[in-house]
């Protein structure tokens, strides 16, 4: 049965999510890790286990006196969509005992303490987990020219040494590129980059994850794509909000750190809440008003909709709804006398909205058919998002992961534009998810850049990209798209996974599988026996970042400065020496590979540390460094004067912004645009928002994959609520009648601390669906399901809940593949093997449109908790 309360997903019955978090507290006695291989975190029931981390010759877990050592800072450096936190761990002799968060300062909502996560603080189930790569392996039955290649993912492994491994792998990479040029070998990563480059470039991919369609048509129509340009106002500005729409997004769960904490401010300020979004989230129960469940991949139907009903019903003496001079001056497209330069004027938004274009207008009941929400709500979101003043209309990412969703964001902002929500105070629209959840704008501090210099004069043999949904085909079947519908031959012979999960984290497994299989040479470097490593042929294991030397991270009003923890384990490296040793084996100088030392590109992080100025204007070095400080890191470098010193910085490990109202460091994205669009003009062709974005039309031909149109015109997606049907028209479902949303789950950062057991065991990797749907198939909560798609084939045990939306189903995205070769299901609930790739539009992943059918499993294969699942380890090599 589920470890679910009946409330919903909201933690472990036997340990609620607090108590979890306490585990890292100092105060609470709690001892994360004990020793320098493993970690003492207590199970959380059960009985003991042959792999428990305990049980590889640690001292057991329990509170130790925390004496002799010291707290370093030792963050997170995964990309968690998190707001960067703060983590320390208490080292006595290169041994970690405790961690802890944030209590570098007294905690405020202006200047809050950036605490860790339930993730962050099972860091050390990684660094010190029983599945780490110790030593190089190399695969059994591998041999130069791919040996068995058919037994990649099934072979057992043999230890070699690092020079045997670095010498088969540049011999390799060598002979492959002698016989089939550069153009033969894909990296998928890029910890090796510099190497390749050295060499001539390798074949690379490329195609927006994350973002969806925000990456490019978000820049394009001049609204930004939500994390290198945001389009919000700051966190401090939300608290003036009346209303904040949430569209498609779940903070809680995706960004987790302090964002839940700003809408939470916002809320007490007296923010109303209303969350648009299939699954009755975490997030929309903390902070929901109103619920508004809607069909993944119609979101843009439903805005139309909306639309609609405020053009209807706009009067602008009696029922002011529309604000048509923010459109008249601030937008190009919207109506035929605001068309920009060379457009077709019947080639307009408002025309297509009322039908006049193509003779279907898009009226709520139109939207309702295809989105799920009824007519009369329709009507009544436009009047509440159009009649409250200080609305922030804001939306992450997932609704934009479907396919053929290019003209999504246009849509999103035409709805922000008619309303006049941007670029006032409380006024907002734009994406607020991942690490800039809650808190857009500028930067207030950063870090210098390492010194490392680029490569110069190398001729580039290949640059060849392939876009992620066509990565596997592009090996199966030896040619790729390039652009303009060009489709051209390629023969990729090796695989380099250099920092990344491609195999598990790209659409498509199970014809990754097949791929890699097809593939003369799979290496991968990491420091676990993920999916990639498990269908190499040579394996490098590499060092975490508490094994390295230093890193920093941060956020708008913060900077992190962290230190390594641990020496390397077992033989790990470091990809940077990798990467030196194997160019050096292949004719690169070592001092290319590696011209700046590790501890040189820290001082020069530190140095060129900046924070902006009183009132935010101008900027100000941030560190102040002594000639001491010079002499005993062992670096070349001129003392400064800044407002931390090396040494506080050093021992805190953060420098946090002081905030407070009014303090001149806040932002009001687009305010002086809307009030001189002529003097500030934004960065698109025309300097408005691009409600008619020939540019984005174009880019999307270019791609070579489909052709949209100029407006935000709705099409249905591959894959979407409509592929459902066997007929649509006359309402005939088809063999996949429920659509699959793949949520960012509370347990992992995409796939990263999937290996985690104290993780797999609070937040167990389970298929959501709803109430009405279990019932008409006779299934209850602890069943394991067989989920299928026209991709694969997935096994997972239920959760019914009444706070999905009928028709729906989710399941977390990031869980490690455990394919059964004997019957083709997967044991391990990776969404990636249901999810084909399908290429649309410019090319994004489109997660979110997946149709599937679910039915009790019957077969033989035993699906035990994950919890009690054995470690990933290759077979043969302990």
């Given at each position: 049965?589920?470890?679910?309360?009946?409330?919903?997903?909201?933690?472990?019955?036997?340990?609620?999510?607090?108590?979890?978090?306490?585990?890292?507290?100092?105060?609470?006695?709690?001892?994360?890790?004990?020793?320098?291989?493993?970690?003492?975190?207590?199970?959380?029931?059960?009985?003991?286990?042959?792999?428990?981390?305990?049980?590889?010759?640690?001292?057991?877990?329990?509170?130790?006196?925390?004496?002799?050592?010291?707290?370093?800072?030792?963050?997170?450096?995964?990309?968690?969509?998190?707001?960067?936190?703060?983590?320390?761990?208490?080292?006595?002799?290169?041994?970690?005992?405790?961690?802890?968060?944030?209590?570098?300062?007294?905690?405020?909502?202006?200047?809050?303490?950036?605490?860790?996560?339930?993730?962050?603080?099972?860091?050390?189930?990684?660094?010190?987990?029983?599945?780490?790569?110790?030593?190089?392996?190399?695969?059994?039955?591998?041999?130069?020219?791919?040996?068995?290649?058919?037994?990649?993912?099934?072979?057992?492994?043999?230890?070699?040494?690092?020079?045997?491994?670095?010498?088969?792998?540049?011999?390799?990479?060598?002979?492959?590129?002698?016989?089939?040029?550069?153009?033969?070998?894909?990296?998928?990563?890029?910890?090796?980059?510099?190497?390749?480059?050295?060499?001539?470039?390798?074949?690379?991919?490329w195609g927006s994850t994350s973002w969806g369609t925000w990456y490019h048509t978000g820049p394009m129509i001049g609204l930004g794509d939500g994390l290198s340009s945001t389009s919000h106002n700051d966190r401090l500005d939300l608290e003036n909000c009346e209303l904040i729409v949430l569209w498609g997004g779940?903070?809680?769960?995706?960004?987790?750190?302090?964002?839940?904490?700003?809408?939470?401010?916002?809320?007490?300020?007296?923010?109303?809440?209303?969350?648009?979004?299939?699954?009755?989230?975490?997030?929309?129960?903390?902070?929901?008003?109103?619920?508004?469940?809607?069909?993944?991949?119609?979101?843009?139907?439903?805005?139309?909709?909306?639309?609609?009903?405020?053009?209807?019903?706009?009067?602008?003496?009696?029922?002011?709804?529309?604000?048509?001079?923010?459109?008249?001056?601030?937008?190009?497209?919207?109506?035929?006398?605001?068309?920009?330069?060379?457009?077709?004027?019947?080639?307009?938004?408002?025309?297509?909205?009322?039908?006049?274009?193509?003779?279907?207008?898009?009226?709520?009941?139109?939207?309702?058919?295809?989105?799920?929400?009824?007519?009369?709500?329709?009507?009544?979101?436009?009047?509440?998002?159009?009649?409250?003043?200080?609305?922030?209309?804001?939306?992450?990412?997932?609704?934009?992961?479907?396919?053929?969703?290019?003209?999504?964001?246009?849509?999103?902002?035409?709805?922000?534009?008619?309303?006049?929500?941007?670029?006032?105070?409380?006024?907002?629209?734009?994406?607020?998810?991942?690490?800039?959840?809650?808190?857009?704008?500028?930067?207030?501090?950063?870090?210098?850049?390492?010194?490392?210099?680029?490569?110069?004069?190398?001729?580039?043999?290949?640059?060849?990209?392939?876009?992620?949904?066509?990565?596997?085909?592009?090996?199966?079947?030896?040619?790729?798209?390039?652009?303009?519908?060009?489709?051209?031959?390629?023969?990729?012979?090796?695989?380099?996974?250099?920092?990344?999960?491609?195999?598990?984290?790209?659409?498509?497994?199970?014809?990754?599988?097949?791929?890699?299989?097809?593939?003369?040479?799979?290496?991968?470097?990491?420091?676990?026996?993920?999916?990639?490593?498990?269908?190499?042929?040579?394996?490098?294991?590499?060092?975490?970042?508490?094994?390295?030397?230093?890193?920093?991270?941060?956020?708008?009003?913060?900077?992190?400065?962290?230190?390594?923890?641990?020496?390397?384990?077992?033989?790990?490296?470091?990809?940077?020496?990798?990467?030196?040793?194997?160019?050096?084996?292949?004719?690169?100088?070592?001092?290319?590979?590696?011209?700046?030392?590790?501890?040189?590109?820290?001082?020069?992080?530190?140095?060129?540390?900046?924070?902006?100025?009183?009132?935010?204007?101008?900027?100000?070095?941030?560190?102040?460094?002594?000639?001491?400080?010079?002499?005993?890191?062992?670096?070349?470098?001129?003392?400064?004067?800044?407002?931390?010193?090396?040494?506080?910085?050093?021992?805190?490990?953060?420098?946090?912004?002081?905030?407070?109202?009014?303090?001149?460091?806040?932002?009001?994205?687009?305010?002086?645009?809307?009030?001189?669009?002529?003097?500030?003009?934004?960065?698109?062709?025309?300097?408005?928002?691009?409600?008619?974005?020939?540019?984005?039309?174009?880019?999307?031909?270019?791609?070579?994959?489909?052709?949209?149109?100029?407006?935000?015109?709705?099409?249905?997606?591959?894959?979407?609520?409509?592929?459902?049907?066997?007929?649509?028209?006359?309402?005939?479902?088809?063999?996949?009648?429920?659509?699959?949303?793949?949520?960012?789950?509370?347990?992992?950062?995409?796939?990263?601390?999937?290996?985690?057991?104290?993780?797999?065991?609070?937040?167990?990797?389970?298929?959501?669906?709803?109430?009405?749907?279990?019932?008409?198939?006779?299934?209850?909560?602890?069943?394991?399901?067989?989920?299928?798609?026209?991709?694969?084939?997935?096994?997972?045990?239920?959760?019914?809940?009444?706070?999905?939306?009928?028709?729906?189903?989710?399941?977390?995205?990031?869980?490690?593949?455990?394919?059964?070769?004997?019957?083709?299901?997967?044991?391990?609930?990776?969404?990636?093997?249901?999810?084909?790739?399908?290429?649309?539009?410019?090319?994004?992943?489109?997660?979110?449109?997946?149709?599937?059918?679910?039915?009790?499993?019957?077969?033989?294969?035993?699906?035990?908790?994950?919890?009690?699942?054995?470690?990933?380890?290759?077979?043969?090599?302990?």
């Open positions: 049965m589920s470890d679910h309360a009946d409330d919903g997903l909201t933690g472990p019955s036997s340990l609620d999510r607090r108590d979890f978090l306490k585990w890292g507290a100092v105060a609470g006695g709690s001892v994360l890790a004990a020793g320098g291989v493993g970690a003492g975190l207590p199970l959380l029931k059960g009985p003991r286990l042959p792999w428990d981390i305990d049980d590889i010759g640690l001292p057991p877990s329990g509170p130790v006196p925390l004496t002799g050592g010291e707290w370093i800072p030792a963050p997170c450096w995964h990309n968690c969509g998190g707001q960067r936190c703060l983590l320390s761990a208490y080292v006595v002799e290169g041994r970690v005992l405790a961690v802890k968060s944030d209590d570098t300062h007294p905690d405020s909502p202006e200047t809050p303490q950036m605490r860790a996560c339930a993730r962050g603080r099972a860091q050390q189930g990684q660094v010190f987990g029983p599945d780490r790569l110790r030593y190089p392996m190399k695969r059994r039955n591998w041999e130069p020219g791919g040996g068995r290649r058919e037994l990649r993912g099934e072979d057992e492994w043999e230890r070699i040494s690092w020079d045997e491994a670095l010498d088969l792998t540049a011999a390799e990479l060598e002979r492959i590129m002698a016989e089939h040029g550069n153009e033969s070998v894909l990296e998928l990563g890029s910890t090796l980059r510099r190497l390749f480059t050295a060499l001539g470039g390798a074949v690379t991919n779940n903070p809680a769960w995706s960004a987790q750190g302090n964002s839940m904490y700003y809408y939470l401010q916002a809320r007490r300020a007296g923010a109303k809440f209303l969350f648009i979004d299939p699954y009755y989230n975490d997030s929309a129960m903390t902070l929901a008003d109103e619920w508004v469940p809607v069909r993944p991949g119609t979101d843009h139907a439903l805005a139309l909709g909306m639309a609609y009903a405020l053009l209807d019903e706009d009067d602008p003496e009696r029922n002011p709804l529309v604000d048509w001079d923010f459109l008249n001056r601030c937008t190009v497209g919207f109506d035929p006398d605001h068309m920009p330069e060379g457009a077709d004027p019947a080639d307009n938004v408002r025309d297509y909205i009322l039908g006049r274009r193509d003779g279907v207008p898009k009226t709520p009941e139109w939207a309702a058919r295809i989105c799920g929400v009824s007519a009369p709500r329709i009507r009544r979101l436009a009047r509440r998002i159009a009649r409250t003043r200080r609305t922030a209309l804001l939306t992450a990412w997932a609704p934009a992961r479907t396919h053929d969703s290019d003209s999504w964001p246009q849509m999103f902002l035409t709805l922000g534009c008619m309303t006049g929500h941007i670029g006032q105070q409380g006024r907002m629209t734009g994406v607020s998810c991942w690490e800039r959840t809650a808190d857009g704008g500028p930067f207030l501090v950063g870090a210098g850049g390492t010194g490392v210099p680029p490569l110069r004069g190398v001729p580039r043999r290949t640059t060849a990209r392939i876009n992620n949904s066509e990565l596997w085909s592009a090996i199966l079947e030896g040619e790729y798209t390039a652009g303009d519908g060009d489709r051209r031959p390629i023969d990729l012979r090796a695989i380099v996974h250099d920092g990344a999960s491609a195999l598990n984290q790209v659409s498509g497994l199970m014809k990754g599988i097949e791929a890699h299989r097809r593939a003369e040479f799979v290496l991968t470097l990491n420091f676990v026996y993920n999916p990639n490593a498990r269908f190499s042929d040579i394996v490098l294991p590499v060092t975490t970042q508490w094994e390295r030397h230093s890193y920093f991270k941060g956020n708008r009003d913060h900077l992190i400065w962290a230190r390594q923890v641990v020496e390397p384990q077992y033989e790990a490296r470091d990809d940077a020496w990798i990467a030196a040793e194997l160019g050096r084996r292949m004719g690169i100088d070592f001092a290319d590979m590696l011209p700046v030392s590790p501890e040189q590109q820290t001082f020069n992080r530190l140095a060129g540390a900046w924070v902006v100025g009183p009132d935010g204007r101008g900027r100000e070095r941030l560190v102040t460094i002594t000639k001491d400080d010079i002499r005993e890191m062992g670096v070349e470098g001129q003392p400064q004067e800044g407002r931390i010193t090396l040494p506080e910085f050093r021992e805190k490990g953060i420098y946090l912004v002081p905030r407070r109202p009014g303090d001149g460091l806040g932002h009001i994205a687009f305010e002086s645009f809307r009030r001189e669009p002529e003097r500030h003009p934004l960065s698109t062709r025309s300097g408005r928002f691009e409600l008619h974005c020939q540019r984005m039309a174009e880019f999307v031909r270019d791609v070579g994959f489909s052709r949209i149109d100029p407006i935000p015109v709705y099409r249905p997606p591959a894959e979407g609520y409509e592929e459902t049907f066997d007929d649509f028209e006359r309402g005939i479902k088809g063999p996949h009648p429920l659509q699959l949303i793949t949520l960012h789950y509370r347990r992992r950062t995409h796939s990263v601390f999937d290996n985690v057991g104290w993780l797999r065991e609070s937040f167990p990797q389970e298929f959501i669906m709803s109430s009405v749907d279990a019932e008409a198939r006779d299934l209850a909560t602890g069943d394991v399901v067989l989920i299928r798609s026209r991709h694969g084939s997935v096994l997972r045990p239920l959760f019914v809940t009444e706070r999905m939306m009928p028709g729906v189903v989710a399941l977390g995205e990031g869980a490690w593949a455990d394919v059964d070769f004997r019957t083709g299901l997967d044991r391990g609930g990776a969404t990636n093997v249901l999810n084909g790739a399908r290429p649309t539009g410019q090319g994004h992943q489109g997660w979110n449109t997946c149709a599937v059918e679910v039915t009790r499993y019957r077969g033989p294969q035993r699906l035990p908790p994950d919890w009690r699942q054995p470690p990933r380890q290759p077979k043969g090599a302990v």
